[in-house]
Every structure is written in C-alpha cells, then in structure tokens.
C-alpha cells in the first residue's frame, strides 16, 4: 500500500512508471517501483501480475543519430 502523499499510480495505471522508486539493482538494470511494478533500463516492465510489457525503445534507422 501507498503512502506517499498523493498516492502513487497503481500498477494498472497507464502513468505506473511515475511511482517512486524502492529499491533499485544498480548496475544490474531494474528498479522496483511503490506500486510493485519492477522496471529494466531497457523501458520493459513486469507488472505484479506477472504480465511482462515489452521494452518500448524507439528504433533508429542504420546510420541514424540517436
């Protein structure tokens, strides 16, 4: 449960991603969110209900500058 003031979006939330962070892996590339939500560095998410959202970096074209 949330007790940030206001509340953190739910992991359900389209906004999920803007719950605080409570404990992150580094170097290893996650961070776990108030709202159960765990986050990779490559924008993928797996949601508390075991749903995995695939990473949604934008795709450069070859020799394109990112």
């Known amino acids: 449960m949330c ?4 509340p953190c979006p739910t992991a ?3 906004d999920r991603e803007a ?3 409570i404990a992150h892996g580094g170097v290893q590339g996650w961070a776990l969110l108030c ?4 986050i990779f560095d490559d924008t993928g998410e797996l ?3 075991g749903k995995i959202i695939a ?3 934008p795709i450069c074209a070859p ?4």
């Open 3 to 6: 007790r940030h003031n206001p």
């Open 55 to 57: 990473p949604r970096r």
């Open 19 to 21: 719950a605080q962070v």
């Open 63 to 66: 020799g394109a500058r990112a």
């Open 35 to 38: 709202n159960q939500v765990l």
């Open 47 to 49: 949601l508390p209900n």
């Open 12 to 14: 359900e939330a389209p």
